[in-house]
Antibody
């Protein structure tokens, strides 16, 4: 069974930076290195917002307009890990950040989700 | 950006009744529409992908239909454990977007 465990969240001041990590395990038939990955966030009491996507080779990345230029998605396939480097953080970035993966190689849908890591941007 | 509009925002339904949630896209997305269930203090769980494909392990009372701009999630014979917020999500066009959510309460 796929397991995604996020970490790295916390309290940060506006304008600050934070790096989120997601440790992945349990992919069947193929390793983590063959799966595209995503980040999705959810502000307190609000709905879901897609944040970013990275393909399995790390050669293709996409971002929501709200984070483009401030956030960078990356991965280390040797460590089965996904990252989200966040900078120039704003109050509106406060949210629970989920790591998500498809259940099929080559797919782009968030089929499996971690439990999330909370980022709070406040002075 | 494709806007997904769900209706209704809230629905209170008795057990064993049928729930229908609609999701309308502002532009055609083919069948690239997926449905998620989120219970309080839990992460979202995939129910239906590509409009009508049931995800592994999802009870058969959950079904999806539609294509283009109009999609429907149907929960047949509602059970108490189905109390949750349901979201639609499109991956047909970047940026990928979610609907605002539909909260289902059990009467």
């Amino acid at each position: 069974e796929v397991q995604l465990v996020e970490s790295g969240g916390g309290l940060v001041q506006p304008g600050g930076s934070l790096r989120l990590s997601c440790a992945a395990s349990g992919f069947t038939f193929s390793s983590f290195s063959r799966y595209n990955m995503l980040w999705v966030r959810q502000a307190p009491g609000k709905g879901l917002e897609w944040v970013s996507y990275i393909d399995w080779t790390a050669s293709t990345t996409y971002y929501a307009e709200s984070v483009r230029g401030r956030f960078t998605i990356s991965r280390d396939n040797a460590k089965n890990s996904l990252y989200l480097q966040m900078s120039s953080l704003r109050a509106e970035d406060t949210a629970l950040y989920y790591c998500a993966s498809p259940n099929t190689v080559g797919a782009t849908t968030p089929d499996y989700w971690g439990q999330g890591t909370l980022v709070t941007v406040s002075s | 950006e494709i806007v997904l509009t769900q209706s209704p925002d809230f629905q209170s339904v008795a057990p064993k009744e049928t729930v229908t949630i609609t999701c309308r896209a502002s532009q055609s997305i083919g069948a690239a529409l997926h449905w998620y269930q989120q219970k309080p203090d839990q992460s979202p769980k995939l129910l239906i992908k590509y409009a009508s494909q049931s995800f592994s392990g999802v009870p058969s009372r959950f079904s999806g239909s539609g294509s283009g701009t109009d999609f429907t999630l149907t929960i047949s014979s509602l059970e108490a454990e189905d109390a949750a917020t349901y979201y639609c999500h499109q991956t047909g066009s970047l940026p990928w977007t979610f609907g605002q959510g539909t909260k289902v309460e059990i009467k």
